[in-house]
């Protein structure tokens, strides 16, 4: 496989998700919604969230103020479904009351957060950072998880560092921007094309990567 454009149109064409519904593959857009989201998915299934979103919602807690007003136990006792409840409460709170203090609010977060300010918080990894930059606040950044890294394996590519793999990933989009629009119209910028690429891994390795599979899809393209 020449280069990542050509992973993005081998994934694109396979038609794993509805991208004319939601080009941009996260299911919100509401952006507390999201912050909460990309934290409770950490070590856990999307459906296991979905459920602490609901309890979150049904018990006033899904936006800043209702964290803040919110005692720990009973944030933890709502987020149980995603597992390490505790731990994630206490790191979700603590953002909170960061972003409170430093923003204001979760609209001047969006425009002004930085990748640095994320990954000095507590429980917030590149990866976290990264979705929370390309989902919440739409920068162009190509989010790299375990799904990318066990994708690329099974291709044969290897990379020494987090940077490494994001950067080829990411080269090969801004290599062929022009292309990119050309041939897919529903994708507008590079935020919705970087958000489209990660969705389309993760997708494919859920329904192809499981233990056992063979990806002779890329295989036989490698």
């Known amino acids: 496989m020449q280069d990542s454009f050509a992973l993005f149109e081998s994934l694109y064409a396979l038609d794993l998700f509805d991208i004319a519904r939601n080009p941009k593959w996260w299911p919100d857009d509401d952006d507390f919604r999201i912050l909460i989201e990309v934290i ?62 430093t923003y204001g609010s979760i609209a001047t977060f969006k425009e002004q957060v930085s990748r640095e300010w994320l990954l000095g918080q507590t429980g917030i990894g590149r990866e976290s950072a990264d979705s929370i930059l390309c989902y919440l606040a739409k920068h162009e950044v190509m989010v790299v998880d375990s799904y990318t890294s066990r994708l690329l394996e099974r291709l044969g590519y290897t990379f020494e560092s987090y940077e490494e793999m994001q950067e080829w990933l990411a080269d090969g989009i801004l290599s062929n921007e022009p292309l990119l629009y050309a041939r897919y119209p529903l994708v507008k910028d590079l935020n919705t094309a970087f958000s489209l690429f990660h969705g389309l891994i993760v997708e494919y390795c859920k329904e192809y990567c499981r233990r056992g599979s063979v990806d002779i899809i890329f295989k036989e393209n490698a």
């Open 40 to 101: 409770l998915t950490q070590q856990t299934k999307w459906e296991k969230v979905t459920e602490s979103i609901t309890h979150m919602e049904n018990l006033g807690m899904l936006s800043l103020e209702g964290v803040l007003n919110a005692e720990q136990w009973r944030l933890a006792s709502a987020i149980v479904p995603s597992g390490f409840y505790n731990q994630k409460a206490k790191r979700i709170r603590q953002l909170c009351i960061n972003i409170a203090e």
